[in-house]
């Protein structure tokens, strides 16, 4: 079977995608699956939250998507086994021009991950950058399936109603198979009200696609990337662990369920 392809998407800034990737992808490994981490933020930072240093880097992101090169020469090694990353960096900040004219520009990743058919990991996790750029575009056409983090804060529900519309415009321009693998509601703060009014909003709005736990607002989860670790490493018992266990343990569980999901190949 190939590896199940997932993009982490959402066009805002700071609302957990990075973290849910790292962490997500930490603790899939802790329970025994294969996971690759694909950075494709120029910013970079699940490539430095993992501990990897530009000078350490072989080939990037860059490498893959703009100049075609295979993926095998990008992927490496992360000090959590299970774990491999291919790092980004700064230079993906040109691939939108870079491409400009160029074929089948929004293929380019769909293509390179063509590779990975036949590679035994379960898992391949897309950090996209925020933004519905030609990266996060390449992303989404190259995934099975959506991972979406929303912020538990006011604009949340505000732009709800443009997620779905940029959804449902993904599917029916780029990639008809896309589904939403789940929602995840980050960044939550128990002692506001509002924070739970929009966990309520987001339920009642996407009901099952919600995964379950919420994640709380941790200050362990933000210092962990200072130290390149993942939070499995890092703080292995706080309540952002937990939760991101928990989260990822249902995410994993939801996904081997889903036959139809697992079973298609990379390339519909
Ligand atoms: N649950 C959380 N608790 C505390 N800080 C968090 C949490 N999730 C994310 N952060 C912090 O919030 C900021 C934005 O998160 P990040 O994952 O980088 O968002 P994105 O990738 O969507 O831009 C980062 O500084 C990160 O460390
Ligand atoms: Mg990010």
Redesign the pocket.
């Known amino acids: 079977m190939p590896p199940l392809v997932l993009a982490v998407a ?1 066009q ?11 962490n997500v992808a930490a603790h899939l490994a802790e329970i025994g699956r294969r996971v690759l981490i694909i950075d494709c ?1 120029p ?1 970079a ?2 490539t430095s ?1 993992l501990g990897v240093a530009r000078r350490d880097i072989p080939a990037s992101t860059y490498d893959v998507i703009v100049l075609g090169r295979p993926i095998a020469e990008a992927r490496m090694h992360t000090a959590i086994p299970g774990l491999d990353l291919v790092p980004s960096d700064i230079a993906l900040a040109g691939a939108e021009i870079e491409l400009v004219g160029v074929a089948r520009r929004e293929m380019r990743l769909s293509y390179a991950l063509e590779a990975l058919a036949d590679d035994p990991l379960d898992y391949v996790l897309l ?1 996209c950058p ?1 933004s519905l750029g030609l990266l996060t575009v390449n992303a989404v056409v190259a995934a099975r399936a959506l991972v979406v ?1 929303i ?1 538990c804060e006011f604009y949340a529900l505000e732009g709800l109603g443009l997620l779905t519309h940029t959804i449902s415009l993904l599917r029916r321009e780029l990639n008809p198979q896309l589904r939403i693998a789940g929602i995840v509601l ?3 703060d128990g002692r506001l009200t509002l924070a739970t009014q929009v966990v309520d909003e987001v339920r009642k709005r996407f009901g099952d696609l919600v995964l379950d736990p919420v ?11 200072s130290y390149g670790l993942p939070i499995t490493s890092y703080a292995p018992a706080s309540r ?1 662990a937990d ?1 991101y266990r928990e989260l990822a343990v249902n995410l994993d569980a939801r996904l081997q369920a889903d036959a139809e999901l697992m079973t298609a190949p990379l390339l519909a």
């Open positions: 959402n805002k800034g700071g609302v957990g995608k990075t973290t849910t990737v790292i933020d910013q930072n699940a939250g950090d925020p983090p912020q980050t960044l939550h994640i709380p607002r941790n200050v362990r989860l933000s210092e962990a990337p952002g939760a």
